[in-house]
C-alpha cells in the first residue's frame, strides 16, 4: 500500500476515489435528474474494471448481469429522457439509449454494492513503522526517568488521596486548555491512542477529567478504571466514553460547568506515564440555552488548575491567528514568563507548511518550552465511512507521519508529530516533578508529625482497620450469644409460654363464665346467681358438664403449635436486639439489622417442622385428658393464684377510675345507669366520656363480684377434688395449660433453640464476614463517628509515611546520580 500523500492546496481535506462505487451505490435509488451521471460514472467503472486482473473481470461478467436485472426495474422510471413514456425512439424500451443508461446504472450500483466489502479490506490501515524513516531530535528518554515518573505520578495520587483540597500537598499535573474548537480532545485522544473523550454538538465537557495515563508494557489489553465510581478494567472505549457524558451531562443547565472532577485512569502498554487533567473548553460567547455567567465560571475553573506548579499545554489550531487564541492568552495571565507552559498546534495541514513553521519557530509569541505541532485527525477516506477507535488513531498516525515526511524541508528545526508531543510531555513533567519533590517532602513531614501525635492524642496509636473492628464486634456478639444460651433453657421456655397461656385460660373463663349475655343489669344478677348455684351442686349437672368440655377444646385447638413457636422465636429475636444494643453494634443500623435476618433466617427455617412437631405432640389432650390428683392439687393452687391476680388488677384499675374522676361523681353516674338511664342526661349534667366511665367502672365492680366468688369455690373442699372439675373450671383448664406447656417445651427446646444456637454463629459469620466486600466492611466501621475517626486519622498517617518513604527513596537516588555524574564532569 503506497503512503504517499500528494501536495494539496491549504485548507483543503483529501478525498479517496476508493470512495467512488459507495457514491455511485447511493445514487442509484436518486430519481432521474442524475442518470446522467450515473451513466458516465458507471462507464467509468466499467472501463477501469476491463482493466484490472482476470478477477475482478469475473466479478464485472457477474455485475453486468445483475445490472441487467436492475435495469429491467428501472426501464418504466424514463431515466435520462425528457420525453413520455410510450411508443417511439424516445421510449425507455430495453433496446433504446435510456435501457443502457439504466444498465449502466444498475451495474455501477451493483459494483459499489459488491466491492464494498473489498474497500473495508483495503481501507484497513497498518501503523506505519516510523523509526527507521523518521529523524527524530535526541532521545533522552531512558527506563530510569520512565520509572520516576511513573512513581512521581503514584506519589501525586497518593497525595490527591490524603487530602484532595488541599494546595500545598500536591505535585504538578499538565493541564490542557484550548478553546471548543482548538482540537483539544483529539490532542488527548491522539495522546492515547483511542477515542474515549465526550463528544456533542453542544458543551459536553462540563467537568474537569483528571487521567491518569499508566503505562503496562506486560498486557495486552487496554483497560480504562473510574476509581470515585468503583468502576475498574474496562475494555470497550466508546463505553468509557458513554460514562464520560453520563457524568459530564448530569451537571444541570442552569450551572453548565461545575469544579467536581472527574477521575480517569487508563492502562496501556502503548502510552507514556503521564498526569493530564482536560478542563472545560473556553468559549467566545454564551448560547441563548447557557447561563449568562458561563464564561466566567469556565474562568474560575481553569485557573484553579492552571496555578503553579502545573505545567500548561496550551492548545491551539493552526488557522487561527494565535492573537486570538484563548489558550495562549489564558496561561500568559497565569504563566506571564511562560516558563511552564507549551504551545501545541494542532490542524498543521490546514495551513501552507511555510505558516505553518512560522508559528512553530517560536518568534512571534515566545515561549521557553516551545511549539509542538501536530496533525490530530486524517481526511476521510469515505463519505460514508469514518474511522473510529484505535483505527482512527492509526489512520492519524500513518497521516500525520506521510504528510510531515512530505514536507520534511519545510519543518526544519521545528518540534512536530504527536510522538514528539508525547516525549516532550514526558521530560517535562518529569523535570517539573522533581523540582517539586523537596518542598514536597518537607510539606509531607509536617503533615506527618501533626497527624501522628494526633493519633497518638486520641487513640494512644492503638492500630484499628475495618476488619479487625468488625471482627472484634462479631466475636463480641458470640460472646454474648453463648452466654445467653447457657441462661435460656426450658426453664426460661417454661416460664415465657405458660404465661402466655396462663392469659389464654383467663380469657376462655372470661368468655365462657364471668361474662354476662348483655348490658343489662338484670343479666348480671342473673350470671352472679347461677354461679353461686355452681358452687352448690353436689352431682355432675349436663350444662355445666358440655361448658367446661368446651372451654377444654377451645383452649388445646387454639393452635399450639404455631403459638408456641411464634411465641419462643419472637422472644428469641427480641432477646438478639438486646444483646447488639449492649455492644458497638449497636452504633451501627445496617448490621443491626444484618443481625437480625441472620436470627430470622435461622429460626425460620425451622419454624414450620417445630410448629408441626408440637402440635402432633398435644393432639391426644384434643380428646381426652387424665389428671392424677398430684396434677390436681398443683393446678388447683396455681388457678388460685391467677384469679388473685386478676381480682387484684380489677381492684387497681377500679380505683385508678375513682381517684380519676371522683368517688361522688363516680357513684352517681353508676347509680344513674343501674336505674337504666331515666333522668335526663342534660339535667343531670352527665357527659357522654363520663357515662363510658361509668360503664366501665360498672364492669369492673361486677367482675370483682365474680373474681369473689369463684376465689371463695376454689378455696372450698368442693375444689379439692378432680372428681368436681365441672365445678371448678379454672382448675381443670390449669391442668390441660401444664401439660400443654410441658409437651411443647420438650420440642420447643430440641427442634428450635438447640439449633438456632448451633447455626446462628455460623449465619452471623456469613452476614457480617464472608459476604461483605471490602468497601461494604469501610462503610460498616465508618459508620460509628468515633471510629471513622479512628479509621481515617490512622489511614492519613499510613499514607503520609507511604509517600514521604517513596519521596526520599526518589531524592536518594537522584542524589546518587548527581554524585555518580560529577567525577565525569570533573575529568572532561
Known amino acids: 500500500m503506497s503512503h504517499a500523500v500528494p501536495i494539496h492546496a491549504p485548507g483543503v481535506r483529501l478525498f479517496s476515489f476508493m470512495a467512488i462505487p459507495k457514491v455511485m451505490a447511493k445514487s442509484a435509488r436518486i430519481p432521474a435528474l442524475f442518470g446522467g451521471s450515473m451513466a458516465a ?27 441487467s436485472n436492475v435495469s429491467d426495474f428501472l426501464g418504466g422510471f424514463n431515466i435520462g429522457g425528457s420525453g413520455e413514456s410510450g411508443s417511439g425512439s424516445g421510449s425507455g424500451g430495453n433496446g433504446g439509449p435510456d435501457g443502457d443508461s439504466a444498465t449502466a446504472v444498475g451495474t455501477a450500483a451493483a459494483i459499489a454494492g459488491v466491492l464494498d466489502d473489498d474497500e473495508n479490506e483495503q481501507e484497513k490501515e497498518e501503523l506505519i513503522d516510523q523509526e527507521d524513516d523518521e529523524e527524530e531530535e535526541e532521545d533522552t528518554t531512558d527506563d530510569q526517568m520512565l520509572n520516576l515518573t511513573r512513581q512521581m505520578i503514584e506519589i501525586r495520587t497518593l497525595l490527591q488521596e490524603i487530602d484532595r483540597s488541599s494546595d500545598t500537598l500536591k505535585l504538578p499535573s499538565i493541564v490542557v486548555v484550548g478553546s471548543q474548537s482548538s482540537g483539544k480532545s483529539s490532542v488527548l485522544e491522539a495522546i492515547v491512542g483511542q477515542e474515549f473523550l465526550p463528544k456533542g454538538s453542544n458543551m459536553v465537557t462540563r467537568r474537569p477529567i483528571e487521567l491518569t495515563l499508566v503505562n503496562t508494557p506486560n498486557t495486552a489489553a487496554e483497560t480504562a478504571d473510574f476509581p470515585a465510581l468503583k468502576m475498574y478494567n474496562l475494555t470497550d472505549f466508546s463505553e468509557v466514553q458513554k460514562i464520560l457524558f453520563d457524568l459530564n451531562m448530569a451537571v444541570p443547565e442552569t450551572d453548565a460547568i461545575s469544579a467536581d472532577p472527574i477521575q480517569l485512569t487508563i492502562r496501556s502498554p502503548s502510552i507514556p506515564d503521564l498526569s493530564l487533567v482536560d478542563l472545560p473548553g473556553y468559549i467566545q460567547v454564551e448560547a441563548a440555552d447557557q447561563p449568562p455567567v458561563l464564561k466566567q465560571k469556565i474562568r474560575e475553573v481553569c485557573e ?47 495551513v501552507e507548511p511555510k505558516v505553518a513553521r512560522d508559528i512553530l519557530l517560536n518568534k512571534k509569541y515566545p515561549l521557553k518550552m516551545g511549539y509542538v505541532g501536530v496533525i490530530t485527525k486524517a481526511p476521510s477516506k469515505s463519505l460514508f465511512r469514518k474511522a473510529t477507535g484505535h483505527d482512527a488513531f492509526v489512520a492519524q498516525q500513518n497521516f500525520e507521519y506521510t504528510y510531515l515526511k512530505s514536507n520534511k524541508p519545510e519543518f526544519v528545526d521545528c518540534s512536530v508529530s504527536t510522538r514528539t508531543l508525547k516525549k516532550k510531555l514526558i521530560r517535562v513533567l518529569e523535570r517539573t516533578m522533581s523540582m517539586s519533590l523537596a518542598p514536597t517532602a518537607s510539606l509531607v513531614q509536617q503533615e506527618l508529625d501533626e497527624t501522628a501525635y494526633k493519633f497518638k492524642v486520641e487513640f494512644n496509636d492503638r492500630h484499628l482497620t475495618p476488619k479487625t473492628y468488625l471482627a472484634e464486634n462479631v466475636d463480641a456478639l458470640k460472646l454474648a450469644v453463648k452466654e445467653f444460651n447457657e441462661h435460656f433453657g426450658r426453664a426460661e421456655l417454661r416460664s415465657i409460654l405458660r404465661a402466655e397461656l396462663d392469659q389464654k385460660v383467663l380469657d376462655l373463663l372470661a368468655a365462657r363464665y364471668w361474662n354476662k349475655a348483655t348490658d343489662k343489669q338484670s343479666d348480671t344478677k342473673l350470671l352472679i346467681k347461677n354461679l353461686e348455684e355452681l358452687n352448690q351442686m353436689s352431682k355432675e349437672d349436663p350444662y355445666w358438664s358440655k361448658k367446661i368440655d368446651l372451654a377444654t377444646s377451645s383452649l388445646t385447638k387454639l393452635g399450639v403449635g404455631r403459638l408456641s413457636t411464634s411465641l419462643i422465636a419472637n422472644a428469641i429475636i427480641s432477646e438478639v436486639d438486646n444483646i447488639v444494643d449492649q455492644t458497638q453494634l449497636k452504633n451501627h443500623p445496617l448490621a443491626k439489622e444484618a443481625v437480625r435476618e441472620a436470627a430470622q433466617s435461622v429460626l425460620n427455617s425451622r419454624y414450620a417442622s417445630t410448629a408441626d412437631q408440637v402440635e402432633n405432640c398435644i393432639k391426644p389432650y384434643k380428646y381426652e385428658v387424665d389428671v392424677e390428683d398430684r396434677e390436681w392439687t398443683t393446678s388447683r393452687e396455681h388457678s388460685v393464684h391467677l384469679v388473685k391476680e386478676e381480682l387484684s388488677q380489677v381492684n387497681e384499675a377500679f380505683q385508678a377510675l375513682k381517684s380519676s374522676i371522683g368517688g361522688r361523681k363516680l357513684s352517681q353516674v353508676m347509680t344513674y345507669l343501674e336505674e337504666g338511664g331515666k333522668l335526663n342526661e342534660e339535667t343531670v349534667g352527665f357527659s357522654q366520656v363520663l357515662l363510658n366511665r361509668g360503664k366501665e367502672a360498672l364492669f369492673l365492680r361486677d367482675r370483682q363480684t365474680i373474681l369473689n366468688l369463684r376465689l371463695k369455690a376454689l378455696k372450698s373442699n368442693g375444689c379439692k377434688v378432680k372428681e368436681n372439675k365441672f365445678k371448678c373450671p379454672e382448675v381443670f383448664l390449669n391442668v390441660v395449660n401444664e401439660k400443654l406447656t410441658t409437651t411443647a417445651v420438650l420440642f420447643l427446646n430440641v427442634e428450635l433453640l438447640s439449633d438456632f444456637f448451633y447455626k446462628f454463629p455460623r449465619e452471623l459469620d456469613a452476614k457480617l464476614s464472608q459476604n461483605l466486600t471490602e468497601e461494604q466492611v469501610e462503610n460498616f466501621a465508618k459508620e460509628d463517628p468515633k471510629i471513622k475517626r479512628h479509621i481515617e486519622l490512622q489511614q492519613r498517617k499510613e499514607l503520609l509515611e507511604l509517600v514521604l518513604q517513596k519521596i526520599d527513596g526518589i531524592l536518594a537516588f537522584q542524589r546518587s546520580k548527581t554524585a555518580m555524574t560529577a567525577p565525569r564532569l570533573g575529568r572532561s
Not at 458507471?42 to 445483475?66: H, M, P, R, V, W
Not at 489564558?330 to 507552559?341: C, V, Y
Open 41 to 67: 460514472a458507471g462507464s467509468y467503472i466499467a472501463y477501469k474494471i476491463e482493466e484490472a486482473s482476470s478477477f475482478t473481470q469475473d466479478k464485472l461478467n457477474q455485475l453486468k448481469e445483475f445490472g
Open 304 to 350: 484553579k488548575y492552571l496555578e503553579s506548579p502545573n505545567v500548561i499545554l496550551a492548545i491551539s489550531s493552526a488557522d487561527v491567528d494565535l492573537a486570538n487564541s484563548a489558550a495562549l492568552r489564558a496561561s500568559k495571565i497565569a504563566d506571564p514568563k511562560g516558563e511552564r507552559t507549551i504551545g501545541v498546534i494542532t490542524k498543521l495541514d490546514l
